[in-house]
């Protein structure tokens, strides 16, 4: 059984109880951690609500907004870690958003303005947050990202996330090379098509039922898998492990034509 009594765990990526970042933290509390968790702020303030009435039994010890768009709100969201915490043991990034259209219509579309949100969001905003966690993270820190195989292959309806993708896969690996040296491993846990809020974005029937249909395990993966081959990551058991994608797919991604 693996435990992380007495680490510190940054869960970004809760919207909902489908949130595979829900699943995540769930694991890091059961394997002791302690946890902080952000919400997207909005307006009226609904995502916070949710995410602070989901996420109570877990006894987070401290909740921030963050949008991975702001960096006053990065900023502040490590201050407040500083303040309670000192320091940082464990870094979930879990988020991606693009605009529709630029999933879903001809790639060969996708503009300016909307090929730069989706990379801000859902690549950029790993390397920002490394660097605002970095002062707070020692020798055997870990940072874990989720992406997907549309970064590699083209799939169907994944369009401008594809190319965020693989370039939040290329970050991984340079981050892990640049952090290297201080003992902090960065790593990607590419994950099968799960129904969640960001997925019903893209084409994940067609694609949860491809998966079910020509994967080795003959079923799509569930959150927990995916958050406990995140937990490993999280763990002293991967110590030599870093820059790396771990496919936690039933297999999908071995399978040829
Ligand atoms: N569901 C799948 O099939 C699947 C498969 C592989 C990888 N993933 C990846 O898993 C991660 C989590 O997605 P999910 O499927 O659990 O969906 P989700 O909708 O539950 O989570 C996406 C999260 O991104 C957050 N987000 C969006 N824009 C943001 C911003 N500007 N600042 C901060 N947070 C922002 C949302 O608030 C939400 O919590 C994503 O990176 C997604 O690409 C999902």
């Not at 307006?43 to 609500?49: I, T």
């Not at 040296?181 to 997925?199: D, Q």
């Amino acid at each position: 059984m693996i435990t992380l009594s007495g680490k510190k765990a940054l869960v970004t990526g809760i919207a909902n109880n489908r949130s595979i970042a829900w699943s995540i933290a769930q694991k890091l509390h059961e394997a002791g951690a302690s946890l902080a968790i952000t919400y997207l702020p909005d307006e009226k303030g609904r995502f916070e609500s949710k995410v602070r009435e989901l996420t109570a039994p877990l006894a987070p010890e401290i909740y921030a907004p963050c949008n991975v768009q702001d960096d006053a709100q990065i900023a502040e969201l490590f201050e407040t870690i500083t303040r309670k915490w000192g320091n940082l043991d464990i870094l979930i990034h879990c988020l991606a958003f693009a605009n529709r259209d630029d999933l879903q219509g001809p790639f060969s579309q996708i503009g300016r303005e909307g090929y730069s949100l989706a990379m801000d969001v859902s690549a950029y905003s790993l390397i920002a947050l490394c660097r605002a966690a970095l002062p707070l993270m020692g020798p055997g820190s870990s940072v874990v990202t989720l992406t997907y195989i549309g970064g590699v292959r083209v799939m169907p309806g994944y369009g401008v996330m594809g190319s965020a993708k693989a370039a939040l896969e290329a970050n991984t690996r340079y981050l892990a090379s640049d952090l290297g040296s201080r003992e902090v491993r960065v790593n990607a846990v590419s994950a099968g098509p799960i129904r969640t809020l960001a997925a019903s974005a893209v084409n994940i029937h067609e694609a949860i039922h491809k998966t079910e249909a020509v994967s080795p395990l003959k079923r799509s993966v569930t959150q927990a898998e995916v958050a406990n081959a995140v937990l490993f990551l999280c763990s002293d058991l991967a110590s030599a492990i870093t820059g790396q994608t771990l496919y936690a797919d039933c297999g999908f991604s071995i399978v040829g034509g």
